[in-house]
């Protein structure tokens, strides 16, 4: 069993995995995101400082939302993230297409299977051999 404080209130908690907060301060993390998505449908334009000052959240937590894909802006919105990558300006996730696609392509080509080169077997000899009965 992992007893750890939670990072919010600070009380004693069995942690199991993800963040380190108790499941009161999850339940009141999960509210405020259904806040936060239901004021960006409202308000497709608002920046992010905007956003975070009407639902009191962090900026950070914002970015957060947005990195793990849970929180998507629109494609006119003004609202942006800087690829982990090459800082281009994202709506959602980690990395931008371009960046994506040449990992992609990285991966793909160092798991190509080089061709083996057939090495000539050796004779057996004189071996023992035992026979299964």
Partial sequence: MDVRPC???????????????????REKLEEKFQEV?????????????????ANDVTVKQLKTWVREERLTFSDDSPVG??????????KCGKYCDACKSKMINTLHHSIEEEPKEETPKKADGNRMRFLDV
């Fill in 37 to 53: 998505k239901n004021y960006i449908r409202e308000n497709p334009t608002a920046s992010l400082q905007d956003v975070s000052e």
């Fill in 7 to 25: 990072k919010n209130c600070k009380r004693l908690f069995n942690y199991l995995s993800g963040p380190a907060i108790c499941s009161a301060c």
């Fill in 81 to 90: 993230i800087e690829c982990m990558n090459c800082g281009a300006m994202i």
